[in-house]
């Protein structure tokens, strides 16, 4: 019996899931404010510029020649162009101290002008799994997940981004872990997330109202 | 009553139509709504975790790159909403249901044999590890095909007939004398 014969369920199973499964497809109605704070919220996503933001994060050949269009505000759009310089002038962007036990980096190179590789590191000696979540994979804890590298406790991988600010965090044993070296950001439902800028500096993160770490 | 299509929709909103969003997750809403709902064991997490998963949508709608799938799109967002939701807050005090306000709007209203049978199933979905809880629920809750489950998850046909017949055996296992088997 091959595996699709085994993992196959018995017209007897099937009955009794579907007699489980009956009660549970009542139509559960949330609170009537639902609809409207979903759209209020989707309103203020959309006045605030953060809707759509414009980076297009795609996969398949061509993207690494392909330019981008980033929608920022106009003090946004000075700082990233003050970072850009800094970045030119430097070559290199490192944020964190990476000396510390149990910390966390995030190394950018510059590869094209518009695209950066950029290194995300997770330093857990208890860890037997880390994933990489954030607003560019979807926040999926699937999409990215870490490898070991070698060196006890740490992990990392690899991701190319275009220029703009993203929101991530770490998923390690089940936890949300942010990354304490990096700026953060809370939003609508409290949750707190590391904020990294591709192409500026996380100095330019007070004009965007993020909390910028010391 | 809207007409129009998710495609045609997708299109307005991304011309700026903010409300045509409104119209689509109208659409769409009642079966994310059953499904976080089943997936979370709280209607207000449940409402929590949705109205991130449809904000994120709403700022990723550029990437839907197959508007006519749009709701295959969407529910792949929820269900990863879902997950991430589920591993911030503490599993341990919410595996299974101890707070009866939760319960209570977790479950129906109606406190007759219905209702208890329902607060048993709940329960017993909730004691399923996440992965064997989402197969069922969108297996035999849903009603999707394995092959619109691969899509919407991102796994293998063949594992997530694993994850079903895994959650079956021990749905039946926690909940004998409560659902009849025969």
């Known amino acids: 019996m091959d595996e699709d014969e085994r993992n196959s369920l018995t017209p007897d199973e099937t009955a009794f899931a579907k007699r489980v499964a009956d009660p549970l497809r009542r139509a559960d109605v949330f609170d009537a404010s639902f609809d409207e704070r979903l759209i209020q919220a989707v309103r203020m996503t959309a006045q605030s510029g953060s809707g759509g933001v414009g980076v297009r994060i795609a996969s398949g050949p061509g993207w690494w020649r392909e330019p981008r269009t980033v929608r920022v505000s106009p003090l946004a759009g000075f700082g990233i162009a003050a970072g850009f310089a800094a970045l030119v002038a430097l070559g290199t962007l490192e944020v964190a101290n990476a000396r510390r036990a149990n910390t966390h980096s995030v190394v950018i190179r510059q590869v094209r002008d518009t695209v950066h590789v950029v290194r995300f590191v997770f330093r857990d000696s208890n860890a037997r799994a880390v994933a990489l979540v954030g607003d560019f994979n979807g926040w999926s804890a699937e999409a990215t997940p870490l490898e070991p590298t070698g060196v006890d406790g740490v992990w990392a991988v690899t991701v190319p981004l275009a220029r703009g600010r993203y929101e991530y965090a770490f998923v390690s044993g089940g936890a949300w872990r942010t990354d304490p070296t990096s700026p953060s950001s809370r939003d609508d439902f409290d949750t707190e997330s590391s904020v990294l800028f591709v192409g500026s500096t996380p100095c330019d993160a007070a004009q965007s109202g993020t909390r910028c770490s010391t | ?182």
Request: some cysteine; hydrophobic content about 45%; glycine content about 6%.
């Open chain 2, 1 to 182: 009553m809207e007409r129009r299509s998710d495609a045609t929709l997708v299109a307005s909103v991304l011309a700026g139509d903010t409300d045509s969003f409104g119209a689509l997750i109208r659409r769409h809403r009642d079966a994310y709504t059953r499904f976080a709902v089943r997936m979370l064991g709280s209607v207000s997490d449940a409402d929590d975790a949705l109205q991130g998963a449809f904000i994120r949508a709403f700022r990723a709608l550029r990437t839907c790159q197959q508007p006519e799938f749009f709701r295959t799109w969407l529910y792949r967002i929820v269900i990863n909403e879902c997950r991430t939701f589920a591993a911030k807050r503490n599993r341990r005090e919410r595996r299974l249901v101890r707070d009866e306000d939760a319960l209570a709007h977790a479950v129906a209203a109606d406190p007759g044999e219905a209702g208890a049978i329902e607060e048993d199933i709940q329960r017993a979905l909730l004691q399923l590890v996440p992965e064997q809880r989402q197969a069922f629920l969108l297996k035999f809750v849903e009603e999707m095909s394995y092959e619109e489950m691969a899509a919407v998850t991102g796994e293998g046909i063949s594992a997530l007939k694993m994850r079903v017949k895994r959650a079956c055996e021990r749905l039946r296992e926690l909940l004998e004398g409560v659902v009849h088997h025969g």
